[in-house]
């Protein structure tokens, strides 16, 4: 070190690092995210590289195949030597004091004593690796989606392909434009679903379930008393310790200014991830761009180790990876690679399919977003994010002057030729495929908007126009996003509190049209026991995902079952040339369902009833039967009930439950759910919650679940949490100093 830095505690473990330079903070950092985290940090770069079964045996071998196949560790090895100087420099003072503070211990973290493993040390490339695991958590690595649109395209009349895949719909949201129109469905002569074998049925859960994404909105200075107000809850799996690791840092900049930031840092890498600079606050939400492309390809009939690409035949390399296992035999791993990427698929006609993802692709990672600690504007600091290497994210930016803005953050593949990036495509044909990034001058953006409100919420942000450059790559239902934005309508004038009112606005706006569509199918159906009893569990209904509601959780239960009992009508047509076909998620497909359970067309009706009222109903006594048959019947089948938390450590279910409950989060009820701001389920929500106006730090908030240490005898293991659990806002700038730990040169 070239000076002295202090690490400050206070009452929740916040820690304040007070350094001269960035480069003496940078290793200190990590020697506290290795003293706090290091567990967690390993599994981050462990599940990027495919090394888990390294730690845990063979039962982590089906995710380490997965992962492996993308060659990440490899790959970012590679990277590292592209990136610039001062970032190299960077990553090593980091993974330097990462050593340090793990080697300062004085014993090895406790997950390594109970597994009687040993950590292995940091590398560089490992802080690549972490930002690798969020690209993981946040992209459909396997591509799943557009693999089953590949079948589905196949075999279903182009006008019902259309109509299921659909982009949007009533329920959009975008920033810019209107809501995209829905295209019309099949007619009888394109498809006839009472035609079908019923036993082609075999109805699964589509509904969106976990959708990695975030909420994050913004109001002008004009609404907000002066500086623009910006909120954000990134919504992931939630675990103990949290994802998130809180800082302020304080430090001089090459410039000699003084740089004040605080936020949440992740560990592993040396960045402030979101926070404010007290001239600027910025927040994330999953972007859900296109950014994962499956590639055709044509093996040489003659020699099948060759594939054609538009320059010709070209050699298809095989690279072997060895899968070490704890406790069993290495396994090997033996993966095609062609200039797009690995061959991880089959199409539906059988042919090869390379993967091409952003994140193989070098230059897709890099350190520039640690320049915003020092931006002054949003217009610097939107620069700053279209340049940096992350997985594609909205970025949501407020300032001190009253300013707003968003834009795409992170690499965006610049895609040429005529294809549709959605299906399977020919990349040999001459100017097809990707061609490197594109250009961060054609990036969208929306600077200072006239409505002085922003909000994205995972939907789809940007016009038609924009659609075309970035692609659809699963944007969530517009539901979350739409109401989010007619809450910011509502008022004129904000305070913090009143973006966390928003946050934790838990109405539920979505299901209530599901809910009066039962309530007029119950009012037209016959007398019978089990309709009174949906009557009554309906006259409950308070518009809320609340956590006595009885009645919220029927209504959900039976909507899933309707659309799922829908879409597996089409799913079924697929099924006569593809047996084992699913359909994979489409949160969009709301808009389908909807508008054939209001319709009515005979020849979209799933064989098997006789007419739409009877699927409804029918669904309807499935639910409730569910329901009903669980201790204490229908009336004691609340959404607190269901939606318990289950916030837990990585090692606690492979322990006794006594124990088990030392390391967890308790189980509290919590209201919220999907489609709506409050986004929660048992193990899945906001990891943070934050509104804050630069400048005024000192009146924002700052909530997390799980805790600060991933020592369950540290005081800091939960520190903070149930203040998350309550709504309770906790401060965005630490407190008084309870610890300091002082850090000197040599």
Not at 8 to 20: P, Q, S, V
Not at 44 to 50: D, E, M, P, S
Not at 201 to 229: M, Q
Request: with cysteine; charged share 25%.
């Amino acid at each position: 070190m070239s000076h002295p830095v202090s690490a400050e505690r206070d009452a929740l473990g916040t820690a304040t690092f007070h350094a001269t330079s960035r480069s003496d903070l940078t290793w200190t950092l990590g020697y506290v995210h290795a003293q706090e985290r290091f567990f967690e940090m390993d599994l981050l770069r462990r599940r990027a590289a495919g090394e888990l079964a390294e730690l845990f045996g063979d039962v982590a071998l089906p995710a380490d195949r997965t992962a492996r196949a993308h060659r990440m560790r490899a790959r970012l090895r590679a990277s590292i030597s592209t990136l610039p100087v001062e970032q190299r420099e960077e990553i090593e003072r980091y993974a330097d004091g990462v050593n340090a503070g793990l080697g300062d211990l004085a014993v090895r973290p406790f997950p390594y004593l109970l597994t009687r493993t040993t950590p292995t040390p940091w590398r560089s490339e490992d802080v690549l690796l972490v930002v690798a695991a969020m690209a993981f958590s946040l992209n459909d690595a396997e591509n799943k989606r557009e693999l089953a649109f590949s079948r589905l395209h196949a075999a279903l009349p182009e006008s019902a392909y259309r109509f299921l895949v659909a982009t949007g719909g009533e329920w959009d949201a975008p920033i810019e434009g209107d809501a995209l129109p829905l295209p019309d469905p099949p007619t009888a002569q394109e498809l006839d679903l009472r035609a079908l074998d019923p036993a082609l049925l075999k109805p699964a859960d589509t509904s969106p379930g976990k959708i990695p994404g975030s909420n994050s909105f913004a109001v002008a200075g004009e609404l907000a008393n002066g500086a623009a107000l910006i909120a954000n809850d990134m919504h992931l799996d939630l675990r103990v310790p949290s994802l998130w690791f809180r800082a302020r840092f304080v430090y001089t900049d090459a410039q000699g200014r003084t740089v004040d930031v605080t936020g949440a840092t992740l560990p592993g890498t040396p960045a402030m991830i979101v926070g404010s600079n007290g001239h600027v606050a910025w927040g994330f939400t999953n972007s859900y761009i296109d950014t994962v492309d499956w590639v055709r390809v044509e093996r040489d009939p003659s020699d099948p180790k060759r594939y054609r690409s538009a320059t010709g035949w070209e050699p298809l390399p095989e690279v072997v990876e060895t899968l070490h296992v704890r406790g069993g035999a290495d396994e090997t791993l033996r993966i095609e690679e062609t200039r797009w990427g690995p061959i991880l698929g089959e199409d539906a006609d059988g042919t090869p399919l390379s993967l091409a993802w952003t994140a193989q692709v070098p230059g897709a990672f890099n350190l520039d977003l640690q320049r915003l600690e020092g931006a002054r504007d949003i217009s610097e600091a939107l620069a700053i994010a279209r340049a940096s290497g992350l997985p594609p994210q909205n970025f949501v930016v407020a300032d001190r002057e009253g300013r707003i803005g968003w834009t795409i953050a992170g690499r965006i593949p610049k895609r040429l030729g005529d294809y549709d990036p959605s299906l399977p495509a020919n990349w040999s044909l001459p100017a097809t495929g990707w061609d490197g990034w594109l250009d961060e001058g054609s990036y969208p953006h929306v600077e200072a908007p006239a409505s002085k409100r922003l909000w994205t919420a995972n939907q789809r942000i940007v016009d038609a126009a924009g659609l075309a450059l970035l692609g659809d790559g699963g944007y969530d239902l517009g539901a979350r996003a739409r109401q989010i934005r007619d809450d910011l309508r509502a008022k004129e004038r904000f305070t913090p509190a009143d973006l966390l009112a928003i946050q934790l606005d838990d109405r539920a706006l979505f299901l209530q049209r599901w809910k009066d569509l039962l309530q007029g199918e119950l009012d037209h159906a016959a007398p019978s026991p089990e309709n009174e009893t949906l009557r009554a569990a309906l006259a409950g209904w308070d518009g809320h995902a609340s956590i006595d509601s009885v009645a919220y959780r029927l209504v959900r239960a039976w909507r899933n079952e309707v659309v799922d009992r829908t879409l597996d009508g089409f799913a079924a047509a697929v099924r006569r040339r593809f047996p084992d076909f699913a359909l994979p998620k489409m949160p969009q497909a709301e808009h389908a369902v909807w508008r054939l359970v209001t319709e009515r067309p005979a020849h979209l009706l799933p064989p098997a009833h006789p007419d739409w009222s009877d699927l409804l109903l029918s669904c309807a006594h499935i639910a409730a039967g569910k329901l009903d048959a669980q201790p204490g019947g229908l009336a004691a089948r609340t959404w607190g009930e269901r939606n318990t938390a289950r916030i837990a450590h990585p090692l606690s279910r492979a322990l006794p439950g006594f124990l088990a409950r030392r390391l967890d989060m308790p189980a509290d009820p919590l209201p919220g759910d999907s489609n709506m701001p409050r986004v929660q389920a048992p193990d899945f929500g906001a990891s943070e919650r934050f509104a804050v106006a630069p400048g005024d730090e000192a009146n924002g908030y700052f909530m997390m679940p799980g805790g600060q240490s991933g020592h369950p005898l540290s005081p800091y293991y939960g520190s903070g949490h149930a203040d998350w659990v309550r709504g309770t806002p906790t401060p965005f700038l630490p407190g008084p100093a309870r610890h300091v730990l002082n850090f000197m040169p040599r």
